[in-house]
């Protein structure tokens, strides 16, 4: 990346004073941590690099995952001139005047220019309709930055003319490498201050971050520098000095141990028993220690179909809403909608029919259960399939008064068998009744006796 001696004095003085997230980032794609998918060895992106062959990117993914490092890293690699700029700031007149100079070394030092645009979500249209010719006719490379998803925040000429190249949030190993890094790290880190972290204050510190490289360097440094050195000159930092920092107090948890197990199961249960104080507490207690939240949305849309089930349909939609709104807007944010659903799930009828049932079928086939499908549910889509009578006299439901027929579909062996056995509570009791009038239209009940009628109550 070129830049001429003025340039390069006042980067090493803003460097000199800058956090120690800004400090760490490293220059080249050796010492980049993480992104795999996309900058492993073999990748598309990692070999467009090598050749300075780059595209036009957005770059899409959560804070602290390496957006900006990376666009860095391109141009140091490429030798192109970075030309960073910030959405919230920028104007128009800012976008002109880098496409101008860029114009300029483009043709006198043949020098190709990364127009960087950080939080490109927030660019209105004009702003996007400036650079698009000169993304267009290449006198500028964009990368773009941004936590929201380009597809509603891009204009459609400005995303067809670049790649999206979506990045993932930090794994919790890839945090703990950049900390160790910056505590050994004597000239961009803080190796000099001699800083240690207690193994519980590491574990609050990579969960607090939320996998958010820039949260855990820049508490990791205030940390450090509000430690007191002891008599050999050693600065250990404890979990009280992290909360400090954080300004957020750990809650004992284990996410690999005991009290994941416990919290989650507490969790389940309350919603299970219809405890919507209890779920939303429990719910809380994970997010606030810095579970995943995506885990606990998978827990509920699980929770979702084997709790609730048909009594309620509409508590899948709703848990896998959740997850969806933690997917796209994050946390802190997602916390509500996933206490919407527990809330929801918890208030819910519920019913285990669904879990029952297939729990059932399963046992069934386990046991050695693999019945040939009876001929008329066949289709007889060749004239030999016809003439060996696949199809042979099945009944079409619409063409049957209700849209009801009365014929076999389980295999001969399985004839009468019943798996599913509706409850009394909610949608079931719609579910139920619906059957009963199917079965009496039957000469003989399938299930060979009606269940009980279910008690009359107020559920809907």
Same mark, same amino acid.
């Given at each position: ?191 000099? !201050?001699?800083?240690?972290? @207690?193994?519980?204050?590491?574990? *609050?510190? $990579? /969960? +607090? ?6 949260? =855990? ?98 508590? !899948?939609?709703?848990?896998? @809403?959740?997850?969806?709104?933690? *997917?796209? $807007? /994050? +946390? ?6 996933? =206490? ?121």
């Amino acid at each position: 990346m070129s830049m001429d001696m003025f340039e390069q004095k006042d980067q090493e003085q803003q460097m000199q004073n800058a956090p120690l997230a800004t400090r760490m980032r490293p220059n080249n794609l050796h010492t980049f941590v993480g992104q795999e998918h996309a900058i492993g060895k073999g990748r598309v992106l990692r070999r467009a690099i090598e050749s300075d062959r780059i595209p036009s990117m957005i770059f899409w993914g959560p804070p602290g995952c390496g957006k900006t490092t990376l666009a860095y890293i391109i141009a140091n690699s490429t030798g192109a001139h970075f030309s960073p700029i910030s959405a919230v700031s920028a104007s128009v007149n800012d976008l002109r005047k880098i496409v101008q100079q860029a114009a300029e070394r483009r043709k006198v030092h043949m020098q190709k220019t990364i127009l960087f645009i950080d939080e490109i979500h927030r660019f209105n249209k004009t702003q996007q309709d400036a650079v698009l010719p000169y993304v267009e006719d290449g006198t500028v490379t964009l990368i773009g930055a941004t936590t929201e998803n380009p597809s509603f925040e891009v204009t459609s000429p400005l995303l067809s003319r670049t790649r999206v190249l979506p990045l993932k949030p930090l794994s919790e190993d890839e945090i703990q490498i950049l900390i160790h890094r910056a505590l050994m790290d004597k000239f961009q880190g803080i190796g000099e !201050l001699n800083a240690k972290l @207690a193994p519980d204050a590491m574990s *609050h510190l $990579i /969960g +607090m971050s939320n996998h958010d490289a820039r949260v =855990a360097l820049n508490t990791l440094e205030t940390a450090a520098q509000n430690t007191t050195p002891n008599t050999e000159g050693e600065r250990l930092i404890t979990l009280s000095i992290i909360e400090d920092a954080l300004q957020r107090r750990a809650v004992l948890y284990d996410r690999a141990g005991e009290q994941h197990y416990d919290l989650i199961s507490a969790l389940h249960k309350s919603m299970r028993d219809s405890d919507p104080d209890a779920s939303i507490y429990w719910l809380a207690m994970m997010l606030e220690a810095g579970e995943d939240p995506l885990y606990i949305a998978r827990r509920m849309v699980r929770f979702a179909s084997e709790d609730v089930g048909m009594a309620d349909p509409q508590a !899948l939609v709703v848990a896998m @809403a959740a997850q969806q709104a933690v *997917h796209f $807007i /994050g +946390m802190p944010e997602g916390n509500l909608a996933l =206490a919407e659903a527990a809330v929801y799930l918890a208030t819910a009828p519920k019913s285990n029919s669904l879990y029952e049932a297939y729990n059932k079928v399963r046992e069934e086939i386990k046991g050695g259960s693999s019945e040939s499908v009876p001929l008329h549910l066949r289709n007889p889509v060749t004239p030999l399939m016809q003439e060996m009578g696949y199809g042979e006299g099945y009944k079409y439901a619409h063409d049957e008064p209700d849209h009801f027929v009365d014929q076999q579909h389980l295999p001969d062996a399985l004839k009468g068998k019943k798996f599913y056995t509706p409850g009394k509570f909610g949608y079931e009791k719609q579910v139920l009744s619906r059957l009963k009038v199917w079965w009496q239209k039957k000469a003989k009940p399938e299930s060979g006796e009606e269940p009980e009628e279910p008690e009359q109550d107020d559920e809907s």
